[in-house]
């Protein structure tokens, strides 16, 4: 968005104080991706674009379409392409090709390259000479959520702008505000989420609390010792256990961890979770030691996280979380 915003505030046709005006025939075209100077690359699937650019398949072409309408509609949701997505050597081969040609009508050019990280070797060597050597009035913006994954030939070559968390009232305000979120959900949506306004809003819409309850749930099963419950949450939850999801469960059972553990130390001034103090309760109050062994417990789901990431199989990692949640939940003697 701020690049975006950027983009348009550089091309902007308002007063110089007022860009971007987000009123203008330039800020409406950058606004609808539609600016004829405005170059977009972003992770897709093979897209088997033909020599003027243009995608083949009309199904890859539907969800490169409906990708667009998200970005321009609600830029805060994700949206999920059915097969696996890079930024692939032929969006970049598009792209230096469209730098070759003359600006239309902008005073700048401008390249948005989003999550930079997920260019291949060869991508980002195919890019690196455009970079060295841009068109004269191009701005190029790279986004990342992950530095460290980018080709330092490439890193050197740009000037990184850190983004810090929001602060909890700031995100409290934009899901009120802009999202009509009642501040029961909105506060803890804005806790949980670390600073993160994305993963608030993601969090205060319905559909992705299931993460949250499941979260809830196999905390509840492990510390009543549940075998059989957590056999059948297997099966409720089946069609959530793909990647992103159980990345979420993950993130969710750290937090629901930390509150446990301030509350097997009776501090419930400072807990996350805070519309569920019942249920925190509840597990605490038959669990024992929460608080000596969360550092353990917190390094070993990092290391599930890790393994999610590579791909491990999802059914081992959910079976090792809970008995490693048992384990970290010992039962009060
Ligand atoms: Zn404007």
Not at 168 to 195: C, H, M, W, Y
Request: overall charge neutral; glycine content about 2%.
């Amino acid at each position: 968005m701020t690049a975006l915003y950027f983009g348009m505030a550089l091309n902007c046709y308002a007063l110089p104080e007022l860009r971007p005006c987000g009123v203008c025939a330039s800020c409406h075209k950058f606004l609808s991706l539609e600016h004829p100077d405005f170059v977009y690359v972003f992770p897709t699937p093979n897209l088997n674009l033909n020599s003027e650019g243009e995608i083949k398949k009309q199904e890859v072409l539907k969800q490169y379409q409906a990708y667009l309408d998200n970005k321009r509609n609600s830029p805060w949701a994700d949206f999920f392409f059915k097969e696996n997505t890079e930024i692939r050597r032929e969006s970049i081969a598009l792209l230096i090709k469209r730098l070759e040609l003359s600006i239309h009508e902008a005073r700048y050019r401008v390249v948005i390259i989003e999550n930079a990280d997920q260019m291949n070797m060869q991508t980002s060597n195919a890019f690196l000479k455009t970079l060295e050597e841009p068109p004269a009035n191009t701005v190029m913006i790279l986004t990342t959520e992950r530095m460290q994954m980018i080709m330092p030939t490439i890193l050197s070559r740009t000037q990184p702008i850190y983004f810090k968390p929001l602060s909890r009232s700031i995100i409290e305000n934009i899901l009120a505000e802009q999202f009509d979120t009642s501040l029961a959900v909105a506060k803890p949506a804005a806790r949980i989420s670390a600073g993160n306004l994305k993963m608030a809003i993601r969090i205060a819409s319905d559909a992705q609390s299931v993460s949250r309850d499941w979260a809830f749930e196999i905390m509840g099963l492990a510390a009543r010792r549940d075998d059989l419950g957590f056999y059948n949450t297997l099966d409720k939850y089946k069609e959530h256990q793909v990647k992103d999801r159980v990345i979420d469960l993950l993130k969710y059972i750290r937090i629901i961890a930390g509150d446990i553990a301030l509350l097997s130390i009776n501090d419930s001034t400072n807990i996350t979770n805070v519309d569920k103090l019942d249920e925190l309760n509840q597990i605490s109050s038959i669990s024992s030691q929460a608080c000596d062994s969360i550092h353990e417990y917190l390094l070993i789901l990092e290391d599930f996280n890790r393994k999610v990431d590579g791909n491990v199989n999802l059914n081992l990692i959910m079976i090792n979380l809970y008995i490693q949640t048992k384990h970290f939940l010992k039962a009060k003697l």
